[in-house]
C-alpha cells in the first residue's frame, strides 16, 4: 500500500476508504447511515458520496421505503457492472486469472498449470487477461480499473517487482513494468501471505484485533504480518519469509535452496510425502531387513501413499509407521508458533495450509504448546488453525486494490 500523507488529502482518503469499507459489510447505505456509521459529518458524506458518483464507484439504487414524515432517503450500492479489477494468483501448482467486481465479488475465473521462470510467467500474464476479459464478455478495456498479481517470494511493491520466488523460478521479475505497457490502469503486485492474512484481517476477524499473524504451510512455508492495524513487509520485503530458518543444524534434508535442515524440509508438503514415502516402504519391508524401528520382526502391510492426502488420511488413522515423522512436524510446528508468539505478541496466530485438514496434528500440536513456557497468559483463542482459502485470497488482494482506487491507504476503520 501507498505510505500515508499528514494532510487533508489523507484524510479524504481514509474516509473514501472508511465509505468503501462499510459498503462491503452493509450491502445498500443511504447517505445518513453511512454518516451515522463511518462518525463523518453529513456534509462531508455528501460530498464523497458524490463524488464517488460521478468516478463511476457507487449508484444509486432509488428511495428507500419509510413511513417516517419527510424525503426518502436515497439507497446506495457500490456499482457492480461499471467497473471490474483483474487479480491474478501465482501458485506453485496453479495460476488463477479472475475477474472482479467492486464488491469483491468473483465475476469470472479460470485456472491453468503453473509455469516456472521470468519468461514463462511474463508470457502467461500477457495472454492470461484478454483471455479472461474475452470469455467473461468485457470488451472496453477503461472498464479494467486495476490489475493485482498475488506471488509468493520476496516483493518490491513500490517497483512492482518480484525479487525472489523460488518455486516459481522468479528473479527480478519486473511485473508491473511488463504490464504497463499495455494497461493504463492502477497495478500492484502483493505476496500471497500478506494478501491473506489483509483477507482474514478485513472479512474474518473480530474489530478488535490489531496485531495478527498468518502462517501458511503447503509447497512452503510463509507468512503475513499485521502490525498496528498494518501490513508489515520490512524493508526489503522480506519479512514473513521464514521457510529457510535452520530447525536441524545437524543436517536433515537437503533443501531446494542448497540448505540442510531448513523448516521447509520439516513440515511442507513435497518434504513430509517424500518422508512418508520412505517411511512407508521401510515399514513394509520390517523382517527382511529393510528398515527398521516400524515394528517387530514381522512384515507391516502398509500403502506407500502418493499424494500427500494419503499420508494425511493415514496418519488420522493412527499408522504407527509416520508417528516419528509426524512427531517431529509437531515438535518444530509448535517451537515455530511459541517463537513466533513470545517475540511478535499478536493478538491472533493463525496457522492455514495442510495442519488445519487434520485433527490429530492441530492437537498434537496444542498439546505441546500447552508445556511451552509463555510470559503472559495465552489463551486457546490466541492460536487457531484455519486456511484462508485461494478465493479469499484474491478477493483480499481485490480489496486492497480497491482501497487504494477509492484513495484509502488505511484500512483501520473496521466495523462489524
Known sequence: MKPIKGDLQTMKEMNRAAILRLFHRKGTLTRVEIAKLAHLT??????????????????????TDTTTVGRKAV??????????????????QTFTCALVNFHGEIIHVNEVPSVQGNDAVGHYLSEAIPRLMKQAGITELERIKGISIVSPGIIDEQSGTIKLSRGLQLSGFGVKAHLAAAYDCVIEVVNDMNAAVFAEYYYGLNAAYRNVIYVSVEEGIGAGIIINEQIYAGSNGAAGEIGHTIVDAGGGMLCQCGNRGCIETVLTVPYLLKRAQIA??????????????????????????????DVLAQYEQGAEWLQPIMQQAAQVMSQLMATIYNFMSPEMLIIGGWPSRSDAFMQEVKRRLAAFPFPTETGSDRFVFKSVEQHQILAGAATWLLQDLFGGVHFSQRYS
Open 42 to 63: 453529513p456534509t462531508t458524506v455528501s460530498s464523497q458520496v458524490d463524488e464517488l458518483i460521478r468516478e463511476g464507484f457507487i449508484d444509486e439504487l432509488g428511495k
Open 75 to 92: 439507497q446506495l450500492e457500490i456499482t457492480r457492472s461499471k467497473g471490474y479489477v483483474i487479480v491474478i494468483g501465482l501458485g506453485g
Open 280 to 309: 512407508a516402504r521401510e515399514a513394509a519391508g520390517v523382517g527382511k531387513g529393510a528398515g527398521k524401528g516400524a515394528g517387530a520382526g514381522a512384515n507391516v502391510a502398509v500403502d506407500v501413499p502418493q499424494h500427500f492426502e
